[in-house]
Every structure is written in C-alpha cells, then in structure tokens.
C-alpha cells in the first residue's frame, strides 16, 4: 500500500515529553499547596488533555476552582519550561529521514486554480539531488511563466526554502514565494490554492485540524465543533461566493444551503451551464423560496444579466436599489465594478428617503456602500502576504533587528510570528502594546502582518523573543 501523508502526535509518540509534564505538574500542585506525584503516576494520568491531568493530579474532591487554579499555574510553568527535557524516541529520526525519501511534491496551477502539472523532486537529504530538482523548477517557471512560488510550512520546509532562493538568483525570471501555512493539509495543490483564495481552500477541511489554539482538545468537542462552525460561516457570508465557480464545500457555508442543495447547485450549474440571474436558483432541487431568501444576497454572480446580480444587494431590494439611481441621475445597466463613486454625498436626508422608497435607512446605507464599490470583499483591506526572494536563518537575528512577520498562532500569554526563519518568534502579551490587554487577540488575530523587533535569541534552544513595542 502507498501512503501520500503521515500524520503523528508529537507527545508520546514522536517525543518523550513526560519529564517536562511530571515537573510542571509538581511544580504547579506544590505551589498550589497539594502533594506531588511520582512520574510513574503522571504516566498514568497524561493522554486525554492537560486538563484531565490536572483533575487526575489534585486528591479526590478537589473544588473546581482549585483545579482552575492548579491548571493556571501548571499552563506558566509548562510554557517556559515544555522544551527543557524533551527527546525523540528511538528510531524517530531515522523514520522522519526514511518518510523524506518520497520527496518534494510540486504543482503547478493557473490563476484560476486549475492544475496545469505535477512532479515529484529529491531537493534534502538523504537524496540531496539539488541540482536534477534547480533543473526541473527552471523549466517549469520557464515553461508556465511562474511568477510566485507558494512553500507549505511542514517537514523540510526551510531545506526547501534555501534551494528556492538559491534558484531564484541564477534565473533572469522575476519570481517570489511565499511560505504557506499548510495546517490541516499536506497537498501540493491545495498549498498553490491556499495562496490564491485561502477561503474555498480552507473551508474544505474541518476547523479542529488547523488546530490554531490552545488546549482545544481539552473542550466540550460539541460546543467546540458548533463555533468553529459559526465562524467559517460568518467569514463565508462576510465575504460572499461567486455562484458560477464556488464548490460545494464552500457553498454549503451560506446561509440557508445544506451540503445536499450544495451538490445540487453544482450539479445543476455543469448540466445547464452558468447561472445567468440569482432567481435561476428557484430551479435547483430542494432550494426553495426561503432557502432563496437566506442566501441570495451572498451568491455573487459576474457577467450576468442584471448587474445587481454582482453585488451584495439582495433580489428583494433591487427595485429600490434601482429607483434610487434613477433619482440620482444613473442607469442600472450603467453599473460596473468601479460602481458609482460618491453618491452617498448626493443623499441630504437618509431617513426621508428610505420612507419614500419603503425601507430602512439602515438598508439604504447598505445599498449606497454597495453601489459605491460593487461587491467590496474586507480581505481587501487586509495586510497583503509577506513576498520573499532571500531567506534567514536563525543565526543571522541579532537584538534590536526589525522584521516583517506573518501572525501564525494566538494564545493566552502572547502570539508565534513567522519572521521568515525556521522557528517561529514569540511576542509575549507584554510585549504587544503600551496599554493594558487581557488577551492577545485584543492586539493581533491569525493572519495579521505584524512590525517587530527581535529582543532575545537563543540558538541552543531555537527561541526567538519579539516585541511589537518598538524603540
């Protein structure tokens, strides 16, 4: 049997992490004013999460607020001190050595998305066929006019990175890359994808596995799933989809569309062809007229035959939407993705004239801001990726350096910062803003394109200090 990705939990399986877990959770029950364990104990009570082990850890009866407390002081101790003692068992690193052998998958897409090659290269070690793999990328960048290289962040990912920019100063081509969180998902394709609309990629795999968090697996996993549900569907109507391209994985986010009408909508558009007016959804099986009420404002569609179809205003305001052009001077048909800039200026009294056109001022303001800027996406307005052509190692920070960074992960006592070498840095909660936060998020989410300066480096441990307060 072939196998195309291996997937490994780190503690216990690739690493003995149980000395580490057995000093912080002494450390924590002492302090809290409880007895110790042996290791032998802690052996027994780690595999089901750090807060079970913390309920396993305390005597019987313990109140929850002691557990709290316990598990507060067991998350500063363990954050410190996680790396201290840790080993990989043995035979670990001959496996990950052997699991490399399979290479370096490579795929080429068009802007669209569309795969146009796929090819397999031996770039690291134990192959080290450095130069066969330059040959192989020249000629594909050369053959497809490659203008950006996306790099997933997993197993090799800086070997890889290095022969890039090596390649890339010994062509007269004009290419970037970038590196690529690669959470969840292990495919070529799904890495030059996760570049181009990060969204529809995403959304095809379940929230858990992009594990961006802390502790998530020691939460009620039903109220977990339900949230993590919640957000992917607020980003996806935030946004909206374009009906004519959208997957079914990514149409079953809208509102008002279950997976089942989701493959149906799919279906109908590759028997019939390219929806030309959102109402041509009242023809899909089993998306009725309240289905169509959800979602129609969310489904975008281009070149079709009414304009408004392009927008975020929904079918049941589009004879408002049109006699307030009418009044202002416009045609509808007139309407295109410049929009009609600066008509909310020509409005003297919102109130007045959402009575006259029968509906809300807060409606209207709605339909002006669309007409403005006709199916304005707010990842517009978001920090762009980070385009690389060189690469750092570790050995080249030095306090006081000032970087652009890329926000990978948030948790309770700060946020990691990919800052372009192997190791992600960290801004401890401190060290993110002058005023007083309770939670990083407060400064930073996910994603964020963050200024910092490096404080701290130790190379030994492969720590990085950041701060975002920069002198």
């Known amino acids: 049997m072939k196998y195309t990705i291996s997937i490994f939990d780190l503690d216990g399986t690739i690493l003995n992490t149980l000395e580490d877990l057995a000093d912080s959770t002494n450390y924590a029950l002492k302090t809290c004013g409880y007895p110790e364990r042996t290791m032998d104990e802690v052996r027994q009570f780690v595999g089901n999460g750090i807060r079970k082990l ?226 041509e959804l009242l023809k899909v099986p089993k998306l009725g007229p309240k289905a169509f009420e959800q979602c129609a404002g969310f489904l975008r569609i281009q070149g079709g035959k009414n304009p408004l179809d392009a927008t975020s205003v929904h079918p049941e305001s589009y004879q408002a939407a049109e006699t307030l052009l009418a009044r202002l001077g416009y045609n509808v048909k007139e309407l295109s993705k410049d929009g009609f800039a600066g008509i909310g200026r020509k409005i003297g009294d919102y109130s007045r004239l959402s009575s006259e056109l029968s509906i809300g001022e807060i409606t209207l303001r709605d339909i002006v801001k669309e007409l403005e800027k006709p199916g304005r996406d707010p990842r517009d307005e978001m920090p762009k990726p980070i385009l690389r052509t060189d690469v750092l190692d570790i050995k080249d920070l030095k306090p006081g350096m000032i970087l652009k960074g890329t926000v990978r992960n948030v948790i309770d006592f700060g946020a990691f910062v990919d800052i372009g070498v192997h190791q992600d840095g960290l801004v401890h909660i401190s060290q993110m803003t002058e005023r007083y936060i309770k939670h990083p998020l407060e400064a930073v989410s996910v994603g964020d394109v963050v200024e910092v300066q490096v404080l701290e480096v130790d190379q030994e441990k492969k720590r990085i200090g950041l701060t975002m307060k920069i002198k």
């Not at 095809?204 to 799933?225: A, E, F, R, T, W």
Request: charged share 25%; net charge negative.
């Open 54 to 279: 913390m309920e396993r850890a305390v005597p019987e009866g313990t109140p929850v607020e002691e557990i709290d407390r316990v598990h507060e002081t067991f998350t500063a101790h363990y954050k410190v001190h996680c790396a201290d003692q840790p080993s990989p068992y043995d035979g670990i690193i001959e496996l990950l050595q052997n699991l490399k052998k399979d290479g370096c998958k490579l795929a080429v897409v068009d802007e669209t998305g569309k795969v146009l090659h796929t090819v397999v290269i031996y770039p690291t070690a134990p192959q080290n066929k450095v130069e066969e793999s330059k040959r192989i990328l020249k000629d594909l960048i050369k053959k497809y006019h490659i203008s950006l290289i996306s790099v997933g962040n997993g197993t090799a990912s800086r070997e890889s990175e290095q022969v890039i920019v090596e390649l890339l100063k010994e062509i007269p081509e004009q290419v970037q890359y970038v590196i690529v969180n690669e959470a969840g998902q292990r495919s070529a394709v799904s890495i030059a994808r996760r570049l181009q609309d990060p969204l529809s990629e995403l959304v095809k795999i379940d929230p858990k596995s992009i594990g961006v968090g802390q502790y998530q697996h020691d939460m009620n996993q039903k109220n977990l799933s339900e949230a993590l549900q919640g957000v992917v569907e607020d980003c996806v109507n935030s946004v909206g989809v374009d009906l004519n391209t959208a997957s079914a994985s990514l149409l079953s986010y809208i509102s008002g569309i279950s997976k089942t009408v989701a493959k149906n909508i799919v279906a109908y558009r590759e028997e019939n062809g390219v929806f030309k007016t959102r109402r």
